[in-house]
């Protein structure tokens, strides 16, 4: 918890708050849950081509770029094709970029000058991220396919993400007509699946991160 307490707090210094946007492009590894408690999160599927990749930064207007160090090179061509859209007086919200290396076994790739875990060990652990007042305040930007542009997508509000597995609405009846029921759970997708997968298997890195409490 401490580690999205700092990653909130380094994107509030570089004025990421309540509705920022922030883009991720990574594969199932922890930061990109640390990601999802300091902005709103678009998560791009990984498969995307750079031409897509390009035309979700675009719409989402998205302030930061966290990039898996694996797709760097679709990233820098998203980038490239991203900047080649843009007229001169936009040139400045293009978005800051870091890349998440690998934590173990370091690989020095970068695409630009910041990184993640040295952004993350500049901010405070303590910090406390606003609360989310408005059930219907957004936490997501969801690009629902891939194939029809900026027009497929929709902004994903925390009352439409399931937290908790919830039992089978017809549970309760057959309970209470005296039937023996063994209770059925709605299953949980990925992070990724409700806030910018568009249902498409993602690529997975297990990391040891996954395995601490």
Same mark, same amino acid.
């Given at each position: 918890?401490?580690?999205?307490?700092?990653?909130?707090?380094?994107?509030?210094?570089?004025?990421?708050?309540?509705?920022?946007?922030?883009?991720?492009?990574?594969?199932?590894?922890?930061?990109?849950? +640390?990601?999802?408690?300091?902005?709103?999160?678009?998560?791009?599927?990984?498969?995307?081509?750079?031409?897509?990749?390009?035309?979700?930064?675009?719409?989402?207007?998205?302030?930061?770029?966290?990039?898996?160090?694996?797709?760097?090179?679709?990233?820098?061509?998203?980038?490239?094709?991203?900047?080649?859209?843009?007229?001169?007086?936009?040139?400045?919200?293009?978005?800051? $970029?870091?890349?998440?290396?690998?934590?173990?076994?370091?690989?020095?790739? =970068?695409?630009?000058?910041?990184?993640?875990?040295?952004?993350?060990? +500049?901010?405070?652990?303590?910090?406390?991220?606003?609360?989310?007042?408005?059930?219907?305040?957004?936490?997501?930007?969801?690009?629902?396919?891939?194939?029809?542009?900026?027009?497929?997508?929709? $902004?994903?509000?925390?009352?439409?993400?399931? +937290?908790?597995?919830?039992?089978?609405?017809? $549970?309760?009846?057959?309970? =209470?007509?005296?039937?023996?029921?063994?209770?059925?759970?709605?299953?949980?997708?990925?992070?990724?699946?409700?806030?910018?997968?568009?249902?498409? =298997?993602?690529?997975?890195?297990?990391?040891?991160?996954?395995?601490?409490?």
């Amino acid at each position: 918890m401490s580690r999205c307490c700092r990653l909130a707090s380094a994107l509030n210094s570089l004025n990421i708050v309540n509705n920022g946007v922030v883009s991720v492009l990574a594969p199932n590894i922890p930061a990109l849950y +640390e990601i999802d408690k300091g902005a709103v999160l678009n998560a791009i599927n990984t498969r995307l081509d750079a031409k897509t990749i390009a035309t979700f930064l675009k719409h989402s207007e998205a302030k930061i770029f966290f990039i898996d160090y694996e797709f760097v090179q679709v990233a820098r061509d998203a980038l490239r094709l991203l900047m080649a859209s843009l007229q001169p007086a936009q040139v400045a919200s293009m978005p800051l $970029v870091v890349v998440i290396d690998d934590i173990d076994s370091p690989t020095g790739i =970068r695409l630009g000058k910041l990184e993640y875990e040295a952004l993350l060990s +500049e901010g405070n652990p303590r910090f406390l991220p606003p609360e989310i007042r408005d059930e219907w305040s957004p936490i997501a930007l969801i690009h629902l396919r891939h194939d029809v542009g900026a027009k497929g997508s929709g $902004v994903q509000p925390p009352r439409r993400v399931p +937290e908790h597995p919830q039992p089978h609405p017809r $549970v309760g009846d057959a309970d =209470r007509a005296g039937l023996h029921v063994v209770p059925s759970y709605v299953p949980l997708q990925r992070l990724e699946f409700y806030v910018g997968g568009g249902g498409a =298997r993602q690529h997975q890195r297990l990391h040891p991160l996954h395995h601490r409490s």
